[in-house]
């Protein structure tokens, strides 16, 4: 793969950086690039801002706190590679029973985060292909998300 091709993503910002040192008048001499890197830098914020970094209010701050957790596992283990240990009957009937607990508490109106997570995290137990196990692993990360934005929320309420 060409250097041309790893960057066919960027397309997009690499127009906005030649239309933007087009319509940018430069000065001569000392300071005479700082409209330049002014404006590219804000409107290079903007597009990552639309094009890399999560819509979801919070999500953002829910993602940097992920990273950083995971470079701290990586400081610490390095990077692993582990059986999933996930797909057994037992794990099947678990997660048949704890998905009718949280059917049962949602209908009463009872229903918790603790028992949406408790779900998520029993149906990955239950999955045994690596496309569904990775589809519910995800599903876990939303829900964590979701509920942090709770928690956060609550602390912003007066």
Do not use: Y
């Not at 596992?73 to 999933?84: S, T, V, Y």
């Amino acid at each position: 793969m060409s250097t041309t091709d790893d960057l066919r993503p960027l397309a997009p910002l690499a127009a906005l950086i030649e239309q933007t040192i087009r319509d940018t008048p430069i000065r001569m001499g000392p300071g005479g690039t700082d409209d330049l890197t002014a404006q590219l830098t804000v409107k290079t914020s903007v597009w990552v801002g639309k094009n890399v970094l999560p819509r979801t209010e919070g999500l953002a701050a829910f993602v940097s706190d992920v990273d950083a957790e995971r470079q701290r596992q990586l400081a610490k283990w390095g990077e692993q590679h582990h059986p999933d240990g996930t797909g057994t009957i037992a794990h099947i009937d678990q997660a048949d029973r704890v998905r009718a607990k949280v059917d049962q508490a949602a209908a009463e109106g009872t229903q918790t985060w603790g028992n949406i997570l408790a779900e998520e995290v029993a149906e990955v137990f239950a999955e045994s292909g690596p496309d569904r196990l990775r589809a519910e692993l995800v599903q876990i990360a939303a829900v964590c998300a979701a509920w942090i934005a709770d928690l956060d929320s609550r602390e912003a309420r007066p």
